[in-house]
């Protein structure tokens, strides 16, 4: 029996994927970086110091992740208060969902810039927990965040919905024993939805999916 939802965030309740990677790309090229030159999609879902880690072994170099993540994250606060495109119904949906869920947010975003988003949004009251990639050691596909966030909601895993856009976020959620539901969109086609248990391709299904309301 679902008993709470977990959420991803980006590329789930924002539009963020398209414009992370062209912020990305001008930053690196202050270190001599052409990240046109990697398929860097199969990334997604890292925490920021493994994903500019494997960039930079994609180039061979060994990057100054540190200097780079500091760089990145002043940049990024204003792109999730203001920049990052809202992801269609996502308001809608989360105010639906909570008056039947507790819901927590396991992004591997840091948590101070997801707490911005949903703050943009107004839909911080919809959360009970709130765990970003800071919070916890290992990066999806580690299926150590949706196990936090899972009890800090008091619940079992195994009874929770993960809502995931990327490979190792659905891994990761599979992993730690819930029912996965993959949103595919335009950034992440190319990405493996073979483990999901579900797809939809806009949030407002959720309202109508028999996993969901059962």
Known sequence: ?????????????????????????????????????????????????EYFGAIGKE??????????????SETLRGYYSGKFPIVPHAPEVLRELSKKFPMALATSTRRRLAELYLERLGV????????????????????????????????DPRDT?????????IHAGKAAGA???????????SQDFSQADHIITDLQELLNHSTVLS
């Open 161 to 169: 919905i993960v809502i995931e856009d990327s490979t190792h976020g």
């Open 179 to 189: 029912t996965v539901i993959a949103r595919k969109a335009d950034h992440n086609k």
């Open 59 to 72: 180039f061979g170099i060994e990057l100054p992740v540190k200097e780079i993540i500091k760089k990145h």
């Open 124 to 155: 911080t009251d919809c959360f009970q927990a709130i765990v970003g990639g800071d919070d916890v050691p290992h990066a999806k596909p580690d299926p150590g965040i949706f196990l936090l966030a899972a009890e800090k909601l008091g619940v």
């Open 1 to 49: 029996m679902i008993k709470a939802i977990i959420w991803d965030m980006d590329g789930v309740l924002v539009e963020s994927e398209a414009m992370h990677v062209q912020a990305e790309a001008e930053l690196l090229k202050e270190y001599g970086l052409d990240l046109t030159k990697v398929d860097s999609t199969k990334f997604m879902g890292m925490k920021l110091s």
